[in-house]
């Protein structure tokens, strides 16, 4: 979250000589009380500053990093997934990655009926295989992919920030987003969305421009 100068000031104010009011801060910074109505707005729903009627302003003791560090925590996966990239567990390994290259990522997810998580295989999967001089054609993908057990995964309602430390704990270029359903008696999980470093980064940039405020609160 970016502060204006005349923001960065009127906090410093509030944090040296709170509880201070509105009319004391306007005739130190010699401007009109209307005119700092904005700014005394954004800093109060910032939480970087509190309001009590009939006494001022006083500062909350939170600066701008850990608000927006707050803000970060807030962010849910679903807030910013993208659409997955599946493929069947009837595809070939081949078409498998002819659809990562089409759709330019880095894995794909390999699904069963109704959209069940079974998989996933990456470039790095498919690299091994063909330099072993094995003919992805006739391979199934059920052949290349990690199963299940071993796949870290994500939820729409899991923070973005624990989700980013699986991305970097376990070094994977995204996540599968899924939720619990019931298959024929037995829990599995359906595959919603996909998070990926670039959905992060982007999220990351919007909030820095300051465009990421209302909509992820």
Known sequence: MGLTPRQEKIAEMVKTLGPITGEQIAE????????????LAILVMS???????????????????????????????Q??????VVVTVVTSA?????????????SVFVV??????????????ALKVAMGGSDLHKMPVKVLMTPVPKII????????????????ENEVD?????????????????????LTKTNIA???????EGRGGNTYS
């Open 174 to 194: 995204s996540l599968p987003v899924v939720s619990p359903v019931s298959q024929g008696g037995n829990k599995a999980q359906e595959v919603v969305g996909r």
């Open 153 to 168: 995964v994500t939820s729409p309602d899991e923070s973005v920030l624990m989700a980013a430390k699986k991305i970097i």
């Open 47 to 77: 939480g970087m500053v509190e309001a009590r009627p009939k006494v001022g302003y006083y500062y909350t003791g939170k600066n701008a990093l850990s608000l927006f560090t707050e803000q970060i925590s807030r962010i849910k996966v």
């Open 28 to 39: 130190r910074l010699n401007v009109t009380r209307a005119a700092l109505r904005p700014d």
């Open 112 to 125: 069963e009926p109704g959209g069940i998580l079974a998989g996933v295989v990456s470039r790095k999967d």
């Open 202 to 208: 982007r999220l990351f940039v919007e909030l820095g």
């Open 94 to 106: 081949y078409d498998a990655v002819v659809t990562m290259f089409l759709e330019d990522v880095g």
């Open 79 to 84: 807030d910013v997934q993208s659409v997955p």
